[in-house]
């Protein structure tokens, strides 16, 4: 570079006007980069949210499908047939079981029949 053109360069520079013009445009293009990395900061975390969302939702569609074989299985249906139908195959004898009636207590008809300031007079004194 010829010393005139150096010179020439030298002036602008040292020029108050010139450096603040540069710094202006400095502070703008890190105004511009900080908007920017910011913005992709967001982008990517929103991504990350994305992918684990998408991950759950995946699982849960493995366990639906789980769930949606497991009731179309003919095991299922003849479950529920029995259960809920109360139907039997073929040659079944299906046996039903009564829970046995329980005995009429005596003592508590009597104790009903008594007077309250007789179940008093037993609580304290017997």
């Not at 569609?61 to 095991?75: A, G, M, P, R």
């Not at 195959?89 to 300031?117: D, H, L």
Request: hydrophobic share 40%; net charge positive.
């Amino acid at each position: 570079m010829p010393e005139s053109e150096y010179s020439h360069f030298k002036k602008i520079f040292s020029s108050w006007k010139a450096t603040a013009v540069l710094i202006l445009i400095l502070v703008l293009a890190l105004i511009s980069s900080g908007k920017v990395i910011v913005k992709r900061y967001a982008i990517k975390k929103e991504i990350d949210g994305l992918k684990t969302e998408a991950e759950r939702l995946e699982a849960e569609n493995l366990k639906l499908d789980e769930t949606l074989n497991y009731l179309q299985s003919d095991f299922f249906k003849e479950q529920e047939a029995r259960t809920k139908l109360e139907l039997q195959k073929p040659g079944e004898k299906a046996i039903v079981i009564t829970p046995p009636k329980e005995p009429e207590k005596k003592i508590e008809t009597q104790k009903k029949q008594e007077s309250n300031w007789k179940h008093w007079l037993k609580f304290f004194f017997k």
